[in-house]
T-cell receptor, first 111, second 119 residues
Framework: EDQVTQSPEALRLQEGESSSLNCSYT??????LFWYRQDPGKGPEFLFT???AGEEKEKERLKATLTKKESFLHITAPKPEDSATYLC????????????FGSGTRLSIRP | EAGVAQSPRYKIIEKRQSVAFWCNPI?????LYWYQQILGQGPKLLIQ????????DSQLPKDRFSAERLKGVDSTLKIQPAKLEDSAVYLC?????????????????FGPGTRLLVL
């Protein structure tokens, strides 16, 4: 069964303090791994899709990386506006594979 | 380009009542998803449509939940009768559709959600 586990559940950083969020996954052949940002009271907003181990993608202060077992979302010199919940999701290649979301990491950046 | 639209944004009902949610996906998107997101958890897929056909409804509680996507565009999700544990945010998402292995076009774009409280 496909599974996604995100850690930590919550992370509080000082503005400018870089860190990483983890997404560990188990899937029968990875079709794609997705990162989303969700602000309170809103739907998830798409950030990245990664397809194969070794792939990296960047957007502003965020960089997503992928290995065969996990993905990291690195945040460099974060600002208060980066505060949000970050969700990871995976989809496998089997016919029964649906997109599975993790529970998310709640990131809070203090000024 | 207009995003995914959902209505209503908020709904409060009593248990055993019925409720319906509406979703209008991004124009031209073939795939439509309904998710349930309970507070503190990630979204859980309830049903996925490809055009107006059901692709996956394995996690839809079919004794009380139903969904349809007439003409392959708008969709409605209904709960009848509602239970206390149905209190959640119901998210609709759409994606362009899949075009072959290794070329995923399933990046999902989410609407703002409908917040349901069952008392």
């Amino acid at each position: 069964e496909d599974q996604v586990t995100q850690s930590p559940e919550a992370l509080r950083l000082q503005e400018g303090e870089s860190s990483s969020l983890n997404c560990s996954y188990t899937v029968s052949g990875l079709r794609g791994l997705f990162w989303y940002r969700q602000d309170p009271g809103k739907g998830p907003e798409f950030l990245f899709t990664l397809y194969s181990a070794g792939e990296e993608k960047e957007k502003e202060r965020l960089k997503a990386t992928l290995t065969k077992k996990e993905s990291f979302l690195h945040i460099t010199a974060p600002k208060p506006e980066d505060s949000a919940t970050y969700l990871c999701a995976v989809q496998g290649y089997s016919s029964a594979s649906k997109i599975i979301f993790g529970s998310g990491t709640r990131l809070s950046i203090r000024p | 380009e207009a995003g995914v639209a959902q209505s209503p944004r908020y709904k409060i009902i009593e248990k055993r009542q019925s409720v319906a949610f509406w979703c209008n996906p991004i124009s031209g998107h073939a795939t439509l998803y309904w998710y349930q997101q309970i507070l503190g958890q990630g979204p859980k897929l309830l049903i996925q449509f490809q055009n107006n056909g059901v692709v996956d409804d394995s996690q839809l509680p079919k004794d009380r939940f139903s969904a349809e996507r007439l003409k392959g565009v708008d969709s409605t999700l209904k709960i009848q009768p509602a239970k206390l544990e149905d209190s959640a945010v119901y998210l609709c998402a759409s994606s362009p559709g899949t075009s072959g292995r290794g070329n995923i076009r399933e990046t999902q774009y989410f609407g703002p959600g409908t917040r349901l409280l069952v008392l």
